[in-house]
């Protein structure tokens, strides 16, 4: 059973300060998304401005090893991160390591911006090795960000709290696609460049060596806006309760959080009344309780990771399949990052965003379990409609028109059309069904990966242990970002057509975009058995949830004696009593003077064991007869108002507060 006080926490009204935390926590995230997926709409601006060959007759992009790295690298540091800060965070505290993370990010973020050198090689290990650094602080919010607003939340909004924290990643996603493209028109209207095609070299301006540099230097800023913030917020009170068992620090941390007035003492009794389990992270115990849940959680994690991130890779190919980005030779170098970029704000608001804010409104009337069940679902359903009808929807490559002569006959296979990008198909369609993967991955297990590893452990590990399945998360991004990008390129027989015009020149041949769809549809499959291992968490305590509270032998006993007495006065009807301003839970008079009926009793009350969740009310004068002027009664440093006594089947009730109390016959 969760201590009393933090009980508080768990039943306190939604007020400013849980928004206060909300836009603290999120802003980090906004940040983080930024951070990872800005480098998207810069990577094919780097390529045309290091990578250009002029014996090809195509702009320059980045090689398949670099474009991976590039792109990559950020999620590996990720990995780390989340491992190391999670960990930190559950010993030093999480207030500590959040400020931590955030300078991190400031300054790797302005370290890449700065990425110069002699040679395109120089550069780019410049920026790998800053974006590295990079990912290393953005893995430590995510434990961080999740767990302290896990720890504020009361547990009737919890879940949407934690979901709005997440949400911030879509809104991370779309700031970092608006501000791409306001730089890539900004520039382009400055510095005009002709197309590809009509001049390769001049295509490409030399100020667009600093456009690519803003995007990043950026991700510095909303990092400095949220620092002041972070430091100024209260650890949260249940990592000084039960982490640090600082009873003065807690009911400081709770007074700041509940605007409530706690005393030290209240604090230490309920801790006393309530040990911890002492078991370490690494011993049979902790298996025992949690290894199932751990390795759920982790496994969850991995597979969305795989799929989603995975998913981000044919974004380019649809984009141009429908018309919203065109054909890069027919663009220069900086209208191509801000086509580029307006396509992806375009997903991010049709299809990212929606499904972010629908678990924020949802999740706690569905409940988690369920929200990641469907969200599974849904994504195997419509990835495997994906790869089933992608050849018919998606069209042929067109081909350019050939006259065989005796002398000149035709390659095989045929040469493509440079003018057009495919031939047939409904390619609108195909991005329907890409959109509604996405869409339900967020309303789904995007999110409660999230959520839920926030939830289930004890306060001693649960930064730990969201550390660890958010770094199986991470992995699987790796996978996808890494492996797929590979596997999804065409088979060998495609292989001279494909090498001669393709912007993936340099890829080896693959299995195709068709076969890679597949493999991520089994990735989500094997996510929704997983989801049947983890509990439900709606609605319930942290404390109960982890069953990290051991009970007392007079907590059981009070427990048992309840339930007789519960027994024993099943044949008499409840009353209720009107509790107009509730405010406190479990109060209750016993063994009180009965007033003659219709006998007014005002403003008295007497004394005998009055309790408050097995706090002992402060003591004050009492008059001759043993009674005290009811506004001077204390729960917890919260005064009751005075009023009038009424009698109610031989109980004196003096207008009980409480958010659902029920009077029964003696």
């Not at 001049?199 to 620092?227: C, K, M, N």
């Not at 969200?375 to 089933?388: D, E, K, Q, S, Y």
């Not at 440079?418 to 789904?444: E, K």
Request: hydrophobic fraction near 45%.
């Amino acid at each position: 059973m969760a201590a009393g006080v933090l009980r508080s926490l768990d039943q306190a009204r939604t007020q400013l300060y849980h928004f206060t935390a909300i836009v603290i926590a999120g802003l980090g995230f906004f940040t983080d998304a930024y951070d990872l997926f800005c480098i998207s709409g810069v990577a094919p601006l780097l390529g045309r401005i290091y990578y250009y060959n002029p014996a090809m007759d195509t702009p320059g992009h980045l090689p398949a090893a670099v474009n991976s790295v590039v792109t990559g690298i950020a999620l590996v540091g990720a990995f780390f991160g989340m491992l190391f800060f999670g960990r930190l965070g559950d010993r030093w505290g999480r207030k500590r390591v959040y400020g931590i993370t955030l300078i991190i990010m400031m300054l790797a973020a302005v370290g890449q911006s700065l990425s110069f050198g002699s040679s395109p090689t120089a550069v780019i290990a410049t920026l790998c090795f800053f974006r590295f650094w990079l990912g290393f602080g953005v893995g430590g919010d995510y434990p961080l960000s999740a767990v302290i607003m896990s720890e504020y939340a009361n547990t009737k909004t919890r879940g949407g709290f934690i979901a709005a924290v997440f949400a911030m990643q879509g809104m991370g996603i779309l700031a970092a696609a608006l501000f791409t493209m306001a730089i890539g028109s900004i520039f382009n209207a400055a510095f005009p460049s002709p197309p590809f095609d009509e001049g390769a070299t001049a295509s490409v301006p030399p100020e667009a060596d600093f456009a690519w540099r803003i995007v990043l230097a950026a991700g510095a800023v909303p990092a400095a806006l949220t620092f002041y913030f972070r430091m100024t917020m209260p650890e949260t009170p249940r990592f000084t309760a039960l982490v640090q068992r600082n009873a003065k620090q807690a009911a400081r941390d709770m007074g700041q959080v509940l605007h409530s007035a706690f005393e030290e003492a209240d604090v230490e009794i309920e801790l006393a009344t309530a040990p911890l389990r002492t078991y370490s992270l690494l011993s049979r115990e902790f298996l025992q309780h949690h290894g199932v849940h751990l390795l759920a959680t982790a496994a969850c994690w991995f597979l969305v990771d795989v799929a989603y991130y995975s998913q981000n890779l044919f974004n380019r190919d649809l984009f141009t399949a429908i018309g919203w980005v065109a054909p890069p030779y027919s663009m220069n170098a900086l209208k191509e990052m801000y086509e580029l970029s307006k396509a992806t704000a375009l997903m991010t608001l049709c299809a990212t965003l929606p499904g972010y804010w629908v678990t924020v409104f949802t999740v706690d009337k569905l409940g988690r379990v369920f929200v990641q069940l469907q969200g599974f679902f849904f994504m195997t359903i419509f990835m495997g409609l994906f790869a089933g009808f992608y050849p018919i929807l998606h069209g042929d490559p067109c081909t350019l028109p050939c006259t065989p002569t005796p002398t000149a006959p035709c390659p095989d296979p045929p040469l493509e059309d440079p003018s057009h990008t495919t031939c047939g198909g409904n390619p609108i369609a195909l991005l329907c069904l890409y959109a509604l993967t996405f869409f339900f991955a967020n309303f789904g297990p995007n999110s409660t990966t999230f959520i839920i590893p926030a939830e289930l452990f004890p306060a001693r590990f649960r930064s730990t242990c969201h550390g660890i399945s958010s770094a199986a998360g991470k992995l699987g991004a790796i996978v996808g970002s890494f492996g797929f990008v590979y596997a999804s390129q065409e088979a060998a027989s495609h292989e001279a057509a494909y090498e001669a015009t393709s912007s993936n020149f340099g890829y080896p041949p693959g299995i195709g975009v068709q076969n890679t769809m597949y493999i991520l549809m089994a990735s989500a499959a094997v996510g929704f058995l997983c989801t049947f291992l983890l509990p439900e968490t709606k609605q319930r305590s942290l404390e109960e949830i982890s069953g990290e509270m051991v009970e007392s032998d007079e907590e059981e006993e009070e427990e048992e004696e309840e339930e007789e007495d519960e027994d024993e006065r099943g044949e008499y009807p409840e009353q209720e009593i009107e509790a107009s301003h509730g405010v406190m839970l479990g109060y209750r008079c016993e063994e009180q003077e009965e007033g003659e009926e219709g006998e007014e009793e005002d403003e008295e009350l007497t004394l005998e064991e009055l309790g408050l969740g097995g706090l002992v009310l402060e003591e004050r004068a009492e008059d001759e007869e043993g009674h005290m002027p009811v506004g001077e009664v204390c729960m917890g440093g919260l005064e009751l108002p005075g009023g009038s006594m009424h009698v109610y089947e031989g109980v004196d009730v003096h207008r009980i507060y409480d958010w659902s109390f029920s009077g029964h016959r003696r």
